[in-house]
Structure formats: structure tokens, C-alpha cells
């Protein structure tokens, strides 16, 4: 595959990252523990996974090297890198002391924020403009300047905000038209992730979603994304419980045992869980969380299996435990005869630590794929994602058929 018109390889890749809390600052901090030598890229697919014939990602691809990032981003909460990870706990102390001098010169930009879609956050920097649509322009400033500041060609931009408040998918996202025209009439279908998404876009820049909210996962941005000739993603980055459920899950189809329940619930303390303690955040968290189980275990197909299945999922804000997430599943499955059996999952992860290497791939990932001309929805991301953006096709959950995708789309890259 020949390089795009648009995307040369120049040497630095600027990475822009709207929302700089627990995942963005372990994303930055442990980039810079890695060049400095002070740690490994444990989690990531291309620094240390291999492709379908054994040879390192990183040999196969042409891809960026993690000396050349270049970090920038908003937030709400006027803190720099180094104050919101020493906040976060999730890194410790002593290693980020030997960053200070790196992580306090990134201060995130003032925000696009309504606290109408992050009910829990309050903003202490946040931009003024009289719609979405003047929001969105004062973004693509941001990005011009951060380009020109940086002497860079080229960005990708991961959001790592917060989720916001469930929103379903109405008319004002059906096409691009109608996405600009309620963006100028400030219309509140329009959130503010959807502006960034809009933003970047429209700047050239490739954009992928990492919480569950809407933001490009709509027809009106599929559509913005071919257009500009821009690859996007989404949504909801695949760490903890769910990876593990999508494990578990074709084990259980592969095996042909019976599941009558899976009861999900998790303690998590950080600013993500006080966001997800609001019952519409925590709503949109839950569709995403739920959209698993059915088409691994395809009920039509296998009724006497898997017809009658009781899922639930919880989350509970308990402060103690900071981002190390505590996720428990309880799974009710049948054998021979409908024999009951129960299995237990205790998983005791840390939310930034699984997500911070997702990130890091999803960037070095998109910006290949813009390079070797990719557009549109990419559904060979869905290996990192818990509710994968398709076009029109069912997504596919299983971890292993996700990583087959996952290792074509390397093949088809190295071309
Ligand atoms: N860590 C994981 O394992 C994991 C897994 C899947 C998804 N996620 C999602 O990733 C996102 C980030 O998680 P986190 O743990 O870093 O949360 P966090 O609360 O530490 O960080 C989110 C940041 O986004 C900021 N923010 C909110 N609205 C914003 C806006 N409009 N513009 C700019 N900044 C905004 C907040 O001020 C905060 O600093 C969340 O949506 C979370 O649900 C995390």
C-alpha cells in the first residue's frame, strides 16, 4: 500500500489528547519512563506483540517511535501533567520525581465543558464561545497553534475525557449537514466530545474515542470521516472486566456449556468512578459494558444455551481504593444435563496501568493507517475497544477473532 497524499512520515507525531486525567498522565509519564529507560511497554501490541508469522509489530511496521511524540491536550481542572499524576496516584512518587521537569512543562489547554454532560465535574478552565460550532473553531485554533508551536504535520487525538451522560443517537447526527447546522443553533444533542471529533476532522486529524459516550460513533461523523479522507475509532477502551469477559465467553460458546447469569460489579475510587457514580454517566458506561455477551454468544443460534441469560453490571465509587479497580464476576454456566456450576473472577487490576498501553497503540496505529491512506469507521481497532464502531456490520466481541483482525490490518499496513 502506497503512503497517502496527504500524510508524509515526518519524524514527530504531536498527540492530542482531550481529557488529562488518570489514563492520559500514566500514558505521558510512562512514555517518558520508557525513553529514559526507567520502565517497560508492558500491554502494548506494538512495542511488544507479534504479527500472524512471529516478527515484532515494531520490526513489520513503519511506525512512529515513542521518541517522537509530542503531547498536548485539555482539561477542565488547570493542573499540569505532573500535578494531575501525582494527584492520580496511579504512578509512584519516586519515578514520577525523575519526570517532574518533563511532565510540568504539558499543561492541558482550557477545555470545550458543559456540566450538563459531566454532571460530578466542575470546570475551573474552560472556553466561552456563543455555540458548539464557535467552540469547535476556537479547537482547530488550539490545533493550529499546537502544529506551528511544535513544528509538527501531523497529530492524532485520543479522547480520554470523561464519560458523559447517556445521549441517544437522534436526527441532528444523521448526516454531516445536519451535525453543522444544530453544532450553530447549540443544539444539546450536540456534547462536547462530539466537538473535539468535529474539530479534529476537519483539521486532517485521525480520531479515536476512548470512553463509551457517543462522540464519533454516529453516521454524521462516519460520513465527516470519509470526507476528509480521516480514519476514526471507537469506543470505550477494552482493559479489565470486559476483557476478560471476552475470553471467558468464546471459551464457554467454543466449549458448548450453558450460561444462565453473569453478575459484573467493581469498586474503583478514582475521578473516573466519581463520574460513573452519576446514574446517566454510569448509564452509558452500562450499555457499552452489557453489548458483549449476545453476539459472542449468539442466543438465536443456540437457545438451549444460551436463550435465557441474566446480565447485569455495577459500578460502585469506594474512594479507598484510588484507580486500582476491583472487578468481580459471579457466572452462573450449566453442563451435561443442565448441571449448574458457578465460577468466580476476582480481578484486582489498576484501570490507568491496563488502559495507558491501549492508548499508546491506538496512536501509533491510527497514524499509520492515515498514512497508508485508511478512511472512515476502522473495525480492525475493535481488539481495543468494549463496543467496537462497525460499519453496519455486527461487531465483533471475541478477543481472539478481534486479534485476528487485528493482525491482518498489521499485514495489510506492512505492504
Ligand atoms: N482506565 C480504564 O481502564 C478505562 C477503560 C475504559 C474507558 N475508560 C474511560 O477513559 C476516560 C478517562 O479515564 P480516566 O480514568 O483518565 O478518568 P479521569 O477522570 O481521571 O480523567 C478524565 C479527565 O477528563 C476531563 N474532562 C471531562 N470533560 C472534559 C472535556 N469536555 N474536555 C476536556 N477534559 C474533560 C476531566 O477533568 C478529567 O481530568 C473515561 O471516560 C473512562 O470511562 C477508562
Known sequence: ??????????????????????????????????????????????????????????????????????FGGWDIHGENVYETAKRSRVLESDLLRQLEAELSSIKPMPAVFDQRYVKRLEAKEQKQGASWWDLAQQIKDDIAQFKIHHGLERCVMVWCGSTEVFIEEGSSHTSVRRLEEAMKMNDPS????????????????????????????????????????????????????????????????????????????????????????????????????????????????????????????????????????????????????????????????????????????????LDIAARKGERGTLEWMSFFFKAPMTQGTPAVHDLFAQESMLREAVDRLAR
Not at 509519564?29 to 506494538?46: M, R
Not at 437457545?303 to 476491583?326: A, F, T, W
Not at 449448574?340 to 484486582?348: C, E
Request: aromatic letters at 8%; hydrophobic letters at 40%.
Open 1 to 70: 500500500m502506497k503512503e497517502s497524499a496527504i500524510y508524509h512520515k515526518s519524524k514527530k507525531l504531536g498527540v492530542l489528547l482531550p481529557g488529562m486525567g488518570a489514563v492520559a498522565t500514566t500514558l505521558i509519564a510512562g512514555v517518558y519512563a520508557i525513553k529514559k529507560g526507567l520502565g517497560v511497554p508492558v500491554g502494548s501490541f506494538t512495542q511488544l506483540g507479534f504479527d500472524a508469522h512471529g516478527t515484532p509489530v515494531r520490526d513489520r511496521l513503519d511506525l512512529v517511535s515513542i521518541d517522537d511524540l509530542v
Open 190 to 365: 450536540i456534547t462536547p466530545s462530539m466537538v473535539y471529533a468535529y474539530a479534529a476532522l476537519t483539521s486532517g486529524i485521525p480520531y479515536a474515542n476512548g470512553s463509551p459516550n457517543l462522540s464519533v460513533d454516529i453516521p454524521a461523523m462516519s460520513e465527516l470521516a470519509r470526507e476528509c479522507g480521516i480514519p476514526i475509532a471507537g469506543k470505550d477502551f477494552k482493559t479489565g472486566q470486559t476483557m476478560i469477559k471476552t475470553v471467558l465467553a468464546p471459551a464457554f460458546r467454543a466449549r458448548t456449556l450453558g450460561l444462565s447469569g453473569w453478575f459484573s460489579t467493581n469498586i474503583l475510587g478514582n475521578r473516573d468512578g466519581e463520574v460513573l457514580d452519576d446514574p446517566e454517566s454510569f448509564k452509558t458506561k452500562e450499555m457499552s459494558k452489557l453489548s458483549v455477551l449476545e453476539t459472542i454468544l449468539d442466543a438465536e443460534k443456540s437457545p438451549e444455551l444460551y436463550g435465557d441469560i441474566s446480565h447485569s453490571v455495577r459500578i460502585n465509587y469506594y474512594p479507598p481504593r484510588g484507580d486500582n479497580k476491583e472487578g468481580w464476576d459471579s457466572i452462573d454456566i450449566f453442563g451435561w444435563l443442565g448441571y449448574p456450576m458457578q465460577i468466580k473472577v476476582d480481578f484486582l487490576c489498576r484501570d490507568s496501568i491496563l488502559a495507558a498501553p491501549i492508548v499508546l497503540d491506538l496512536i501509533l496505529l
